[in-house]
């Protein structure tokens, strides 16, 4: 364990919308370092977003991660030479970086032409709480509720 905690990185916000946790998520979405192509993704989805839900594109965002975002989630851990799932409540920050990661992660996987109609597809349906990450949520939920029972062996 460190004798110090690293300090914490101040994000500016972003040019368009002059919000950090756009910041965050296109600090997540980029890859190789570029940095102006992921805000152009994030960028392009939101106006696909606005051309075909007719909403402010930033409230549908935020409203989408917070439907995909999970409050709990399994540890494994070993008592007695047996595993067992614990479940465990998340810091906030976790919550944040594991519910972007999830909708990114999952609008990768989708079959459209561009990511950033990719992205914009998931994100709508995060917003109408349907999508492969707002499964993944519910399945995260249901696994803690599972092994509730082993929530005694929490560390």
């Known amino acids: 364990m460190r004798k110090s905690k690293p300090k914490k990185r101040i994000i500016l916000p972003d ?3 002059n ?15 570029k940095k102006t192509t992921a805000f152009q993704i994030f960028y392009e989805s939101m106006d696909i977003i606005k051309t075909k839900l007719d909403q402010n594109p930033i409230e549908v965002w935020k409203q989408a991660l917070a439907n995909v975002t999970p409050a709990l989630e399994v540890k494994s851990r070993r008592i007695g030479g047996a595993t067992f ?4 409540e998340l810091r ?8 972007m990661k999830n909708l990114i992660n999952f609008s990768r996987k989708r079959h459209e032409k ?3 109609s990719k992205l914009a597809a ?4 995060a917003y109408k709480e349907e999508g492969a990450a707002f499964k993944r949520k519910e ?7 599972a092994n509730k029972a082993f929530s005694h062996f929490r560390f």
């Open 15 to 17: 040019p368009k919308f």
């Open 19 to 33: 919000d950090v946790m756009v910041t965050k998520f296109v600090n997540n979405l980029m890859l190789q370092g």
């Open 85 to 88: 799932q614990i479940p465990t």
């Open 92 to 99: 906030p920050e976790r919550k944040q970086s594991v519910g």
């Open 114 to 116: 561009t990511m950033a």
């Open 122 to 125: 998931e994100i709508m349906a």
């Open 139 to 145: 399945d995260t939920h249901r696994m803690a509720e």
